[in-house]
């Protein structure tokens, strides 16, 4: 069976970036601490969808981040790209890595 990442019936994560059963910015500050605590100090993170849009607000000017070019996330940074404090650079399909 499949549960929503957050118990939304119990309590709202409060994002309205996101779907009520999962907000990735939430998870992208979990990962951020679980980090901070083992001294490291970046994250780079890939996306193309619009739920990608919230953890990329999430990331700190060491952190990369990589939307593809063309998709929906693409189009929400370009249209808010002063929100964003990670260094951005798209990507077309697999080979640009």
């Given amino acids: 069976r499949i549960l929503p990442y957050h118990d939304f019936h119990t309590f709202s994560h409060g994002c309205t970036l996101c779907p009520p059963n999962m907000c990735k910015g939430k998870i992208i500050e979990r ?3 679980t980090l901070a ?8 993170y890939l996306g193309d969808g619009g739920g990608d ?9 060491n952190d990369y981040m990589m939307p ?5 996330v693409w189009d929400l940074i370009c249209k ?4 964003l404090r990670a260094e951005v650079h798209e990507w077309t399909d697999g080979e640009d890595f």
């Avoid at 605590?37 to 780079?44: D, Q, T, Y």
């Avoid at 593809?68 to 929906?72: A, G, L, N, Q, V």
């Fill in 31 to 33: 990962i951020q601490a």
């Fill in 37 to 44: 605590k083992e001294g490291k100090k970046r994250i780079i």
């Fill in 53 to 61: 849009f919230c953890p990329s607000l999430k990331l700190g000017e």
């Fill in 68 to 72: 593809r070019k063309d998709f929906p």
């Fill in 80 to 83: 808010n790209r002063q929100l």
